[in-house]
């Protein structure tokens, strides 16, 4: 993923987006079983289990779901691979998600 902050709109992997038609922004967690197979951030997973898999750690990607005012999703994704809830990787891609999410956010306020 490649992003790049310009004055009027933010750069995804060569995709333009205007900064005034970001409706939302939030950090989610993608279920890996789901991702590339469905809309972005559909099947998300919230503190680290999903409610099919009870107490089981499900694979994840952690990025950032933008909703822009016509209803479209562009997807963020700061895992470049599958991770755990609280692994090294999951918390350094969330530190990473976080410090993207403040950008947009300043940008969008």
């Known amino acids: 993923m ?3 902050f310009k004055d009027e709109y ?3 992997d060569d995709k333009r987006c205007l900064y005034s038609d970001i409706l939302k922004c939030s950090i989610q967690n993608e279920d890996a079983h789901f991702k590339g197979k469905t809309k972005p951030f559909t099947h998300t997973i919230l503190g ?3 409610f099919m898999a009870g107490a089981v750690e499900p694979m994840m990607y952690v990025g ?3 909703t822009l005012r016509d209803g479209s999703v562009i997807p963020l994704y700061v895992s470049k691979e599958k991770v755990l809830f609280n692994s090294e990787m999951y918390l ?3 530190k990473e998600a976080e410090s993207i999410l403040r950008e947009i ?4 306020d």
């Open 92 to 94: 350094s891609d969330e």
């Open 105 to 108: 956010k300043k940008r969008i």
């Open 48 to 50: 680290g289990t999903t």
């Open 2 to 4: 490649c992003v790049k």
């Open 10 to 12: 933010l750069e995804v």
């Open 64 to 66: 950032i779901k933008l």
